[in-house]
């Protein structure tokens, strides 16, 4: 189960320690016969108080270098352990704030293991490495604006909560330069109607006329725009790899396990009910995830009491493994998680002249956006295609055709220094659909009792993960949501038909 590592002086000053364990030396192993019920019994007693021993020394390893992740008694690193309070599978953003805010609210130091299963340790292909990092308050749903208050609060007190003694101190490259929305004639009410919301909900919003547009964003063509809001403050984007790594970094030396595998199955046990109408419906608990080693066939079980779902993109498929969908039509138990990959395309592209470092993350009217990208005249663009326009997710290639016919002509359009940009690069990431309606599921299934969902969000999981995790923390160990109530984002909705939707959606 364990060994030894980076040997020299600590390694025989833990040799040492093992040496005068008074355990050992007192038994004189070896020297006297015992019989085999004794033997066992002094064999058990033996192995607890070797077990109470590594325990102290470990501790006493975290004493002398606080923060530092670093043992001379580790279980093979990336291999998940036996036994879990808490699984969660997917260890992007969303799943290491959970495991950070879990381990946070914990009220005993190693009171909760968690353990956090990520089948990409390389994150070549994580929805969170290939955002564009915003962050906005410009919703409709006071649920939303809140949810990105509180994550933007989080971020500007970073140091506070996710710096590590003896690490370097957590840097997101957070660009607080704000989210410029541009409405035509269709949409003015809308963004008016948002704008009361937001301001109603404490949010730093401004209204600016196509006059005051020009004069402070004197580059910009409002030909079109009938009114636009500007977010004054808490605002902008930041690094989305810089984020996962500090959280990451964090939830590590607070104790959380990392796992590199992919949950393939898990084993559980069923229960049948009748309803009051007579109806038989079935209840599940989960007992254990299946864990594939990656390169290999090798499977772990990992036992645990509760399960997170936060697979992003591919959390419908995490939770058609445990059957949740596979009832009859228009049942409860019929009731699928609607989530499912789309693919969304980001390119960067080189303007020598265009809008400098005023630049907002604008987004346009006709669901093209752009913003700043660095210092060197670099700019980061694209477009929310509409379901004709949806591409195939089967793969992350891109499609640069898309640019040239459907994002550059409106780029052009809105900043006429655009028409001369040259396109440097482009990346395509996934989002965790919603195909119901588009906005986050939070909370319990009604008929899995131990399964928990933190997926969903349809483009702005990043920017919310410091308080989604939070939510799921509390809900889990309080059994309540009490920071914010999230209720209206749980599972039974799509059951129901009620649908909670934003107003312009990006």
């Known amino acids: 189960m364990f060994r030894l590592s980076r040997c020299g002086a600590g ?4 040799l040492t320690s093992l040496h005068r364990c008074p355990c050992l030396r007192s038994r004189g192993l070896g020297r006297v016969a015992f019989s085999s019920s004794a033997r066992a019994r002094r064999r058990d007693d033996f192995v607890k108080d070797l077990e109470n021993e590594f325990v102290k020394f470990r501790q006493k390893v975290k004493e002398v270098l606080p923060g530092s992740d670093w043992s001379p008694l580790y279980q093979t690193p990336g ?3 036996e036994r879990a309070d808490i699984v969660i599978v ?3 953003v969303m799943g290491w704030s959970t495991a950070y805010w879990l381990k946070k609210k914990e009220a005993i130091r190693e009171g909760v293991r968690v353990v956090v299963i990520e089948r990409d340790p390389t994150y070549s292909r994580a929805s969170t490495v290939l955002s564009v990092g915003g962050i906005r308050q410009q919703f409709s749903l006071s649920e939303n604006i809140h949810l990105s208050m509180q994550s933007a609060h989080f971020l500007r ?3 506070e909560h996710l710096n590590v003694v003896n690490e370097d101190p957590v840097d997101i490259q957070f660009n607080p330069s704000g989210y410029l929305f541009l409405a035509g004639k269709e949409e003015s009410g809308i963004l008016e109607e948002n704008y009361r ?3 109603d909900e404490g949010a730093a919003v401004i209204l600016l006329t196509p006059q005051q547009l020009q004069r402070k964003f004197p580059w910009i063509n409002t030909d079109g725009v009938v009114v636009a809001s500007y977010g004054l403050e808490n605002e902008g984007w930041f690094d989305p790899w810089l984020l996962l790594n500090a959280f990451r970094r964090k939830a590590i030396s607070m104790g959380v396990y990392q796992c590199h595998g992919e949950v393939v199955g898990f084993e559980h046990s069923t229960r049948d009910m009748e309803t009051d109408d007579g109806r038989s419906i079935s209840l599940k608990r989960i007992h254990r995830a299946i864990v594939r080693m990656p390169n290999s066939a090798e499977c772990q079980p990992v036992e645990c009491a509760l399960l997170v779902n ?4 591919w959390s419908g498929k995490v939770a058609d493994m445990i059957g949740i969908g596979n009832g009859p039509e228009g049942t ?3 009731t699928k998680l609607p989530v499912e990959p789309r693919k969304r395309y980001a390119y960067v592209f080189h303007c020598p002249n265009g809008p400098g470092l005023e630049c907002p993350l604008c987004i346009d009217h006709k669901r093209t956006y752009f913003r700043r990208e660095g210092l060197g005249g670099n700019y980061l663009g694209g477009r929310s295609p509409t379901e004709e326009e949806e591409p195939e997710h089967s793969d992350l290639e891109v499609d640069y055709t898309y640019f040239q016919e459907a994002v550059w002509p409106n780029l052009a359009h809105r900043v006429p220094a655009f028409e001369s940009l040259k396109l440097k690069n482009a990346w395509a990431g996934y989002y965790d659909y919603n195909t119901f309606d588009q906005n986050a599921i939070i909370g319990t299934h009604p008929l899995v009792s131990n399964m928990f969902f933190a997926t969903g969000f349809s483009g702005h999981g990043l920017q919310q993960s410091p308080a989604v995790g939070r939510a799921v923390a509390e809900l889990i160990l309080d059994g309540k949501f009490k ?3 999230l209720g209206a984002f749980d599972f039974i909705r799509f059951y129901k038909g009620t649908k909670v939707l934003e107003n312009n959606i990006v």
Not at 11 to 14: E, G, I, K, L, R
Not at 310 to 313: D, L, P, Q, S
């Open 310 to 313: 936060a697979a992003g993109a």
């Open 332 to 334: 409860l138990e019929g």
């Open 483 to 485: 920071t914010l109530d």
């Open 197 to 199: 919301i937001q301001r």
């Open 79 to 81: 291999l998940p352990p």
């Open 11 to 14: 390694a025989v000053s833990f």
């Open 90 to 92: 997917g260890g992007g």
């Open 157 to 159: 007190n970073i140091q």
